[in-house]
């Protein structure tokens, strides 16, 4: 009975109750468009930076992430690479090698970083170099004389394809090593440092001039399917005990992008109580409003019998249909955003600066939302929660009224 003579309450005033759900529904749109925008943000730049080196985890030598040297290094052999991978979540786990050196032509030379890897285990979908190819081609195979250049250390260089590129390194005795490549492609990243600072090579030519032996590496870059569970990874190859070997995460390897993104979710978050505060101070206005307005009824209803409780409960349980309402029309309004954003998504790009990027991390200018099961279910149970709880005090203040004063009021 009190939940057919709440929703007919609702009903007498239409309009007002339209409103008011309205507002719940865009409290809930706005709050679900930012923290899907954020998703696809913090996923990104996540997912980049591990495709530029690193991986979602690593596997490296022991004390490798506080003192990194090319002197640092362990066998990679095949049992590593399948105990890895057959971990559920891992999408691919490959060996490459780090290094620091020197890029030089017969007119100018520059310093940068060095990545060795085996082409036959790379592929865009875990290398962002390959993803950005604008020239040429990866080399064959991982002792073929090949180079890929950046686009901004070709232009430094004088450097085309074909073209060769001296490179030289200290070799794990610190010795000072050199030798010779022909570029076979030139990336695009969009980050000037990147392009302009790494060069990457055939692993088993950079084994052999660093003194490496056949399997040996600097780290294992292991690539997930879900970023958000990098720590359940790292734990489960951790389990596996290789010996020699320190397993970490993304945001233990790329400290400063984990804090940027830190203080971005943290903002979001502020973003998200100040609406909620937003929607709960409006829908207290309108209830207590509405509460007010019926003065002279709810006095009548206690005078013929109507506990204070009963009145109490009446207000609430009109507060859960607006919030039932709003969560209603909220998913209706955020429907075709969502089917828009998280397919093709808005481009940006004339508004941001060219190279723009974050922690050497470029970001994409499309934007575009993810949404994730437990996000959209928390969101609307703190808006619900919140329009319950904006009810409270007009349902309290019903139950409080003066019979006699209020049956006198008009």
Known sequence: MIWRLAWRNLLRRRRRTLLTALSVGTGLWVTLLFTGMGNHNWANMVNTSAKMGLGHVTIEPAGYLGSPSVSKRFAVDARMLAATGAIHGVTRAIPRIMAEGMFATASKSVGGSIIGIDPALESADQNFFLKSLAAGRLFQTADEPGVMVGMKLAEKLNLKIGKKLVYTAADVNGNIVSDLARVTAIFQTGVEAVDGGVILLPIKKLRRMLGYGENEATLVAVFLNDERRAPDIRAAIAAQAFPGTETWTWNETQTELAGMITIDHISH??????????????????????????????????????????????????????????????????????????????????????????????????????????????????????????????????????????????
């Not at 409960?313 to 429907?335: A, D, K, P």
């Open 269 to 410: 978050l502020f973003f998200q109580f100040f609406i909620g505060l937003l929607v709960a101070a409006g829908i207290l206005d309108t209830i207590l409003m509405s509460v007010l307005e019926r003065k002279h009824e709810f006095g009548v209803m206690l005078a013929v019998g109507s506990s204070p409780l009963f009145l109490f409960r009446l207000v609430l349980m009109e507060s859960f249909f607006i919030g039932l309402l709003g969560l209603m029309l909220g998913v209706i309004v955020n429907s075709p955003f969502y089917i828009y954003l998280s397919r093709w998504g808005y481009d940006l790009s004339s508004l941001l600066p060219e190279g723009y990027d974050l922690s050497r991390v470029p970001l994409d200018p499309v934007m575009k939302v993810i949404y994730y099961p437990e996000d959209v279910a928390g969101i609307a149970a703190a808006v619900f929660a919140l329009t319950l709880l904006a009810g409270l005090y007009p349902a309290w203040r019903a139950s409080r009224m003066p019979p006699m004063e209020s049956i006198r009021s008009v």
